[in-house]
């Protein structure tokens, strides 16, 4: 079974500082993981994959996640936050064999200006 | 833009009744899933159609049901309603049905108020 675990409901930044959204994970076979983003009253938009390959990933948006696996982590960050970055963010975590997608409890991010 | 249409994309019902929330996927793709997302959580897999058939199903009851349609269209219906299935419900399609690292592309949902 796979699943993810998000640290932090909510988070808050300044504009231009570092944005640092934590995941780890769960899983019995070697996992697919994703980050998506929701802003309100909208579905959820793809910001990154990792399906076994580069174990940095790059994104859209500026985002960017790395898979560490003796970390069983996949963190998302971006170096300089925008106030257009304010929105629910999501960690998600399927098997490579469906698409039976678990997602986090999500984090909120807050920009200040 | 997705490409990924859900209707209606609000709608009220009362406690007892059926409802049925549709999915347009993505064109040329054959695989449909459904999340249910309660106000504050993260979206809970429902169920997945590939090729008009069922091949994955997360923990809800039966009266949770769908349909895959031959363009690959989808119906998710929900009978004998209950004030906690009040969520957003998102529709989600991709190309096959996991096996390939395929990219999930989600819908806008649909608002289900339950009273």
């Known amino acids: 079974a796979q699943s993810v675990t998000q640290l932090g409901s909510h988070v808050s930044v300044s504009e231009g500082a570092l944005v640092l959204l934590r995941c780890n994970y769960s899983?019995?076979?070697?996992?697919?993981l994703f980050w998506y983003v929701q802003y309100p009253n909208q579905g959820l938009q793809l910001l990154l994959k990792?399906?076994?390959?580069?174990?940095l990933v790059k994104g859209i948006n500026g985002f960017e996640a790395e898979f560490k696996k003796s970390e069983t982590s996949f963190h998302l960050t971006k170096p300089s936050a925008h106030m257009s970055d304010a929105a629910e963010y999501f960690c998600?975590?399927?098997?490579?064999?469906?698409?039976?997608?678990?997602f986090g409890a999500g984090t909120r991010l807050t920009v200040k200006p | 833009e997705t490409g990924v249409t859900q209707s209606p994309t609000h709608l009220i019902k009362t406690r007892g009744q059926q409802v049925t929330l549709r999915c347009s996927s993505q064109?040329?793709?054959?695989?449909v899933s459904w999340y249910q997302q309660a106000l504050g959580q993260g979206p809970q897999f429902i169920f997945q159609?590939?090729?008009?058939?069922?091949?994955g199903r997360g923990n809800f009851p039966p009266r949770f049901s769908g349909l895959q349609f031959p363009n690959y269209s989808s119906e998710l219906n929900v009978n004998a309603l209950e004030l906690d299935d009040s969520a957003l419900y998102l529709c989600?399609?991709?190309?096959?049905?996991?096996?390939?690292?395929?990219?999930?592309?989600f819908g806008e949902g649909s608002w289900l108020t339950v009273v």
């Open positions: 064109s040329g793709h054959n695989t």
């Open positions: 998600a975590v399927r098997p490579p064999y469906n698409n039976d997608m678990r």
């Open positions: 899983s019995s076979v070697p996992p697919y």
């Open positions: 990792y399906t076994s390959a580069a174990t």
């Open positions: 989600a399609s991709s190309l096959g049905s996991g096996s390939s690292g395929n990219t999930i592309y």
């Open positions: 159609y590939y090729r008009e058939e069922e091949n």
